[in-house]
């Protein structure tokens, strides 16, 4: 169906704020990306990729409204919590995890897959081609890293029916656990010296903020304001006077970071943040009714994961073509750098949409599960687990290791293990393998329509 036509059947009751969030989030990453990225070549013709942001100190309060990676999830807390219950009535009850996971998964892990495919085969013939660039080395490490949000969401996806028993539950008390257990991590790290530790809060925070979207299902966010302002204090207190850094996306060289691992402060700094959205919920609501706005919201939703799997590639695109030609590359943050940035954004919107036309068909609905055997449906679960477990460990694997080096073994340590990017991929596809025949042999016989 064109966009138009899946506009004009939105049911009236869809919230689509939640949709329009999603894709700002999203969006906003991208173009954060795109104007932090600051390529410098040195005497030797070697491009290196630094940070704007460490380059101006002053530019990193900006991180305290941009970087928006909370909101995305707490988007996806929302979704998820409607779709596992809507999931869970037609089946009538039956057990319905290994169907939820490949519904879920299968438009994330169709097109990172494809990326993945494209980039490994990419990268290994030049590899072997013995084949290097300005930015060939740099590119195909930093092309990875964002995959580390696509094995983030997959922990939250596994992680849906049990947090969501417990959020039926407890309400705010299964939030104010996380919270608390992230803040317990944060005085482990820095205050006892534990080693290790700190890689806890890749789960309590991020589980945290996704468990506030399943409090938005549920209407109990009632005063976003007083979630704002509690999660703007706590924030600054703890940057003020603790040992967090002021920005809120990792940056180069930086002995602490309030992205990876996560912090408290970063769970604060999505407290306001998710707060103040939720403040405007009322102008937005009515911006999205709009036709003309919710065509192109739902339009965007059906390219978001393409264009964000893509985005870096078409960056360095644009650079490696500014490099081929010639262009001289100002000091970042000088006058001539600022000069070149629309243009530069410019191009670099133009890639990432010629390579989302190339490869939007793997981001298309997936098909319905055929019924399995109720022996098959029996194993479903555990084998669903057991894929979603390898696809996140992959993912984040190849997001530290990316696809460099794929010959001569390059490895990174994802938390105390040490991987290699061909493992991480192999780690990849047997979990997607795993969760694609586990949701097919997992549905009810008496189950006939897909969740939404």
């Not at 005063?223 to 703007?232: D, K, Q, S, T, Y």
Request: glycine letters at 10%; hydrophobic letters at 60%; proline letters at 7%.
């Amino acid at each position: 169906m064109s966009a138009r036509a899946l506009a004009a059947a939105t049911p009236a009751a869809r919230d689509r704020v939640i949709d329009l969030l999603r894709v700002a989030s999203l969006g906003t990453v991208v173009l954060g990306h795109w104007l932090m990225a600051a390529v410098t070549v040195d005497e030797g013709g070697r491009a290196a990729v630094g940070n704007l942001l460490a380059v101006e100190p002053k530019l990193q309060l900006l991180t305290w409204v941009l970087q928006v990676m909370p909101v995305f999830f707490f988007v996806g807390g929302f979704s998820h919590a409607l779709s596992y219950r809507s999931l869970t009535r037609r089946t009538g009850g039956a057990p319905a995890y290994a169907l939820f996971l490949r519904a879920r998964l299968q438009r994330l892990l169709r097109p990172t897959m494809l990326f993945v495919a494209v980039w490994g085969a990419g990268a290994l013939a030049v590899q072997l081609a013995g084949g290097s660039g300005a930015l060939t080395d740099v590119a195909a490490r930093l092309v990875a890293q964002p995959l580390w949000f696509i094995g983030i969401y997959l922990a939250m996806v596994a992680f849906t029916p049990p947090l969501l028993r417990l959020h039926e539950r407890f309400g705010w008390g299964a939030f104010a656990a996380l919270a608390a257990a992230a803040g317990a991590v944060d005085v482990l790290r820095f205050a006892a010296g534990v080693p290790y530790v700190e890689f806890l809060n890749f789960a309590f925070v991020w589980l945290a903020v996704h468990q506030l979207g399943f409090l938005r299902a549920d209407g109990r966010l009632r005063r976003p304001a007083l979630l704002a302002a509690a999660g703007l204090a706590g924030a600054v207190a703890l940057v003020g006077l603790g040992p967090y850094p002021l920005s809120m996306v990792g940056m180069p060289g930086e002995r602490i970071s309030n992205m990876a691992p996560p912090t408290a402060a970063l769970l604060c700094h999505g407290m306001w943040l998710i707060g103040a959205v939720e403040l405007l919920r009322g102008p937005v609501s009515r911006a999205v009714a709009r036709p003309r706005v919710w065509r192109t919201v739902v339009a965007a939703n059906g390219i978001a994961m393409t264009a964000f799997l893509w985005h870096l590639t078409a960056m360095l695109g644009v650079y490696g073509a500014m490099l081929a030609a010639h262009v001289p590359l100002p000091a970042p943050a000088s006058a001539a750098w600022w000069l070149q940035v629309p243009p530069r954004l410019a191009a670099a919107a133009a890639a990432t949409a010629l390579l989302v036309a190339v490869f939007r068909r793997a981001e298309q609905p997936p098909a319905p599960a055929p019924a399995g055997t109720p022996a098959a449906r029996r194993g479903a679960a555990p084998a669903a687990a057991l894929g979603v477990t390898l696809a996140l460990f992959g993912v984040l694997g190849l997001s530290m290791t990316g696809f460099g080096g794929l010959l001569e073994g390059h490895s990174a340590v994802l938390v105390a293990v040490r991987v290699t990017a061909p493992v991480a991929v192999l780690m990849c596809a047997a979990g997607w393998l795993l969760v694609e025949t586990a949701g097919r042999a997992g549905k009810a016989e008496r189950s006939s329509a897909r969740p939404v």
